[in-house]
């Protein structure tokens, strides 16, 4: 063990929140700093460091070099390290800094015989959320704490505006969504959140690729917005002088694929839609689409269960995990139930025995869910279930066979013209995703589109547009096929145990400052 002049623990920690007149004299006081490094010829802002280890290598390295030595203290491992300063603790001619780079923590000695008096005394200039480099060797302190010991160390880039206060606990919401950045130093377990997301969608991808999907990209930029019922974002083109709109799902052109001899085709890729924003809703989102030629969607329904349990099942490593204080098990197989019988369970009102738009809206008013006049027959049935049936759909399930004026691009339901073969799954009262056996018959989907658009002139500005290219396609041929898409946001929500899908976003949309 090593003997220290004064224990880590046991020092005061130097900061900056005793200076005056707030962030603008800190920021003087640092630049005065940053000026005394250039009075030096030291670059304050260095073009790269060659590091041997990230923190969690180097810890990782020591630590199997203590076990190899069973007991007895192992060689020093030297290394040479970079990271953000996240506390700095001086006594005398010691200083202990802690620095952090995007995986770990570690704790770093400045000895001044160790890096020379000079050295040593620019490490005055240092401050927290400045980024150094470190080179020395790495054992553990009389208090066991894993430690690089320097020999050498330079400052990488100098910070100004970081306070004090923000590097030991950023709290407010909107500053957090707003500066990223600020909340990704001020709560390590913020980049946990966003390493599980990347996970998450890794193992999505790969077990897509494992059974034989096709990556593909389809346009952001539609001339026509299509493949969901949603407003969308209206830009302008300078050169065509038109206008487009930004997507609000990649369904059409997916589908077009299939056409054109694809079979089985994903897209992970952002959508827009011009509407709320709420904690399950940000207008700029990531969906996860595919489509798979000759299958229908009981079939894909088996496929999301299995994919969709593998994925959760890597990040969180269970088949169980929490969600809001909820005990969730993704254990196969999930609970599958029609949309109109579950309605009848939560509701206590029996939907699908009528077609009559007023019968409906008289039996959503019994069950308590409020009508407004502009409601038709399918926008009752989406909001009883929505209040009703949704609250209820804790553990995994399956909600299938709805109404066809909720489903303009799903087939009819064999045997029964009034619904489509969907389905959504629900996990932890979060609507995941929405599937459907596709609709390829052109001149059926001619007449739901025609419908659609009998809706949009009556004042309907979420009613899909009438798309003749995407028609024409249908006409040429496209063959049986299911289609299914994932709210990756959503999804990420679930498994990081996240109340608010701004939090699973690394910039959401947020209402302009004034």
């Known amino acids: 063990m090593i003997t220290l002049p004064a224990d880590s623990g046991d020092i005061n920690t ?64 030297p290394a040479q390290l970079a990271g ?93 969504y707003r500066q990223r950045y600020l909340d990704l130093v001020a709560n390590p377990e913020v980049m946990d959140i966003f390493h599980k997301r990347i996970r998450m969608i890794d193992a999505m991808r790969g077990w897509l690729m494992n059974h034989g999907f096709l990556e593909v990209e389809t346009p952001m930029l539609h001339p026509i917005p299509g493949g969901a ?43 827009f839609r011009n509407e709320g924003v709420d904690g399950r809703h940000n207008p700029e989102f990531t969906t996860m689409e595919l489509y798979e030629a000759y299958q229908d969607y009981m079939g894909l329904m088996d496929e999301t269960e299995e994919m969709l349990t593998h994925v959760i099942e890597t990040v969180v490593g269970s088949s169980e995990f929490t969600y809001q204080g909820n005990t969730i098990s993704v254990e196969r197989p999930w609970k599958r139930i029609t949309l109109f019988e579950a309605i009848r369970q939560h509701a206590g009102i029996d939907l699908g025995s009528t077609r009559d738009r007023n019968v409906a809206a008289q039996l959503a008013v019994s069950a308590g869910v409020e009508v407004t006049p502009d409601m038709g027959y399918g926008k009752i049935v989406d909001e009883v279930m929505s209040l009703k049936v949704q609250p209820h759909l804790i553990q995994p399930t399956f909600l299938y066979d709805y109404p066809i004026e909720l489903s303009p691009l799903a087939k009819k339901k064999r045997g029964n013209d009034a619904l489509t073969e969907r389905f959504q799954p629900f996990i932890a009262c979060l609507e995941v995703g929405n599937a459907f056996s596709e609709l390829n018959d052109p001149l059926d989907q001619r007449q739901r589109f025609e419908a659609q658009a009998a809706l949009r002139e009556a004042g309907d500005d979420e009613a899909q547009y009438l798309d003749e290219d995407f028609l024409t396609a249908l006409e040429v041929g496209m063959p049986p096929a299911a289609g299914l898409g994932i709210g990756i946001d959503r999804l990420a929500m679930l498994v990081t145990d996240s109340p608010s899908i701004r939090d699973v976003i690394l910039f959401p949309q947020l209402r302009p400052e004034e």
């Open 84 to 176: 953000r300063i996240v506390a700095r603790r001086i006594q005398g001619k010691s200083t202990f800094l802690d620095i952090r780079d995007e995986g770990a923590r570690i704790q770093i000695f400045l000895g001044e015989k160790q890096v020379g008096e000079a050295s040593y005394e620019t490490s005055k200039d240092l401050d927290i959320g400045d980024f150094i480099g470190v080179k020395g060797n790495i054992k553990r302190t009389r208090r066991n704490e894993i430690t690089l010991f320097a020999e050498e160390f330079c400052l990488l880039a100098k910070s100004l505006r970081a306070s004090a206060e923000k590097y030991h606990g950023l709290s407010d919401v909107e500053t957090r």
């Open 14 to 77: 130097q900061d900056e929140e005793n200076i005056k007149g707030g962030e603008a004299e800190l920021r003087r006081h640092r630049l005065a700093k940053l000026e005394r490094f250039r009075e030096r010829g030291d670059d304050p802002y260095k073009y790269a460091f060659a590091r041997t280890h990230t923190v969690s290598e180097a810890r990782n390295r020591f630590e199997a070099l203590e076990a190899e030595a069973a007991g007895v203290a192992p060689e020093p491992l």
């Open 229 to 271: 019922t949603a407003r969308p974002f209206i830009t302008h083109h300078n050169t065509y002088d038109a206008d487009f709109y930004l997507r609000v799902a990649p369904e059409l052109y997916l589908k077009k694929l299939l056409v054109g001899g694809f079979e089985r085709v994903f897209e992970i890729n952002r959508c």
